[in-house]
């Protein structure tokens, strides 16, 4: 690894000689930053991982709204799955408004553990686990390639991470653009964004959710880039600073604040770097978070450099993907309208290693239309009987819904 990053400045050297700054090779801000990116193309680092979250009990009459909210939400999953037992439909609505009244307790909670992250090109891996007292509430991961999210929950079990076992389900979304560079579409455990993959694993931060970035300030230590996120899925307004260090060409923090209320929603900070052969790594990170009245801060620590690796979604052959692909880029607001939808675009499969291109995909749902009644587990061979040669897939799950 040392030799990959020390290989980057030296082209660079190759190319404008060792004064980069002189004519035709005059380098900017934006292209020394993305320098150092692509010198941590290939890494793995494990992180240890301290969470406190807070969170206030809810005013009597906050908790009456949520209770109504939560009994019409209740009668309209009820609706959506065709209940029509009054038992059944109550059983929902309870179902509901318990889910309610627990999320509105107060809460001082401490979670610590272990988190290994890795970059291979264009793929990314977080996969964490976290302990309070002595039960683990955490055991994920969110793999990442060029245009596609998997979203591997183990549930929480186990301390050590592992693969998705073959009895398991993981979850595939698109992510346009880079994997890592957009918000992850789902509630996942590790809740892990672009702004930690910036951090954590040295990812461009000028490439987080796809803005435009400007470079407002320049210090003799310091560029400020910043940049506008009008269109927020499901919230305000955002705003973001990114201050880089001139000497490391790292970022030092990232804030977000939101545009309407001024009140910083994200600050993460850089409190300790490392050099990494020539390139400077963060080795402790601070971060404070505000999610409505959810206040968490999230202390990393960098505990080990392992050698690179080729990297591939932690799913063990047989498990199934639940594929959500041809819904287009979902929002996680999105995600929760779809996840008791009967959409037949939702696609399931087993996983036997390689990812179905968007065109298998769209011949997969061509094969559910015309064999809707069917409740079949289809295989390669039949596939191919049908006309659609999919060998890379395994058997494939026909029916709309398995949850």
């Known amino acids: 690894m040392q030799k990959n990053i020390q290989f980057g400045a030296l082209i660079s050297l190759m190319i404008c000689g060792f004064v980069p700054v002189v004519g035709h090779c005059a380098v900017t ?35 009456e709204k949520d209770i109504q909210s939560a009994e019409l939400d209740g ?21 509901r408004v318990a889910g309610a009244k627990e999320f509105a307790k107060g809460y001082d909670t401490r979670y610590s553990g272990t988190w290994s992250t890795a970059v291979d090109g264009s793929r990314t891996l977080v996969s964490g686990s976290a302990l309070s007292g002595r039960i683990y509430i955490s055991n994920s991961s969110v793999f990442g390639t060029a245009d596609s999210c998997f979203i591997i929950d183990n549930g929480g079990t186990d301390s050590e991470i592992k693969e998705l076992p073959p009895n398991d389900m993981a979850y595939v979304y698109a992510c346009p653009g880079e994997g ?17 993959y910036s ?24 560029w400020v880039f910043e940049a506008e996120e009008i ?31 001024h009140k910083v929603v994200k600050s993460i900070v850089a409190e300790k770097f490392e050099k990494m052969g020539s390139t400077w790594m963060p080795t402790e990170i601070h971060e ?3 999610i409505f009245d ?37 929002s996680p607001r999105d995600v929760l309208r779809v996840l008791g939808s009967k959409d037949d675009r939702i696609l399931y499969y087993t996983w036997e290693g390689t990812l179905p291109s968007i065109d298998e995909l769209q011949k997969l749902h061509e094969l559910y239309r015309k064999h809707s009644g069917d409740k079949t587990a289809y295989s390669p061979a039949v596939l191919e009987l049908l006309g659609i040669a999919l060998p890379i897939l395994g058997s494939v799950l026909l029916w709309k819904s398995k949850d």
């Open 231 to 261: 269109d927020v899925p499901g919230g305000h307004p955002l705003h973001y600073t990114v201050n880089v260090n001139r000497e490391y060409n790292a970022p030092v923090s990232i804030n977000v604040t939101d545009d309407v209320t």
């Open 75 to 95: 009668r309209a999953e009820a609706q959506r799955e065709g209940l029509t037992d009054p038992i059944m439909i109550q059983k929902s609505i309870d179902g």
């Open 180 to 196: 890592w560079s957009n918000r992850t579409p789902t509630g996942n455990r590790i809740r892990i964004e672009p702004e930690e």
């Open 29 to 63: 801000p934006e292209q020394l930053i993305e320098e150092r990116s692509r010198n941590l193309e290939h890494v793995s680092l494990d992180w240890k991982f301290e969470m406190r979250a807070i969170k206030p009990e809810e005013p009597a009459a906050w908790l």
């Open 294 to 330: 959810l206040s968490e801060t999230r202390q990393w620590s960098l505990a080990k450099i392992n050698d690179a690796k080729a990297l591939t979604p932690p799913v063990a052959k047989g498990a199934t993907l639940k594929d959500y692909r041809l819904l287009g880029l979902l």
């Open 288 to 290: 404070e978070q505000q």
């Open 199 to 222: 951090m954590l694993l040295g990812r461009n931060p000028l490439h987080m959710h796809g803005l435009l970035w400007k470079l407002t300030n320049t210090t003799d230590a310091m």
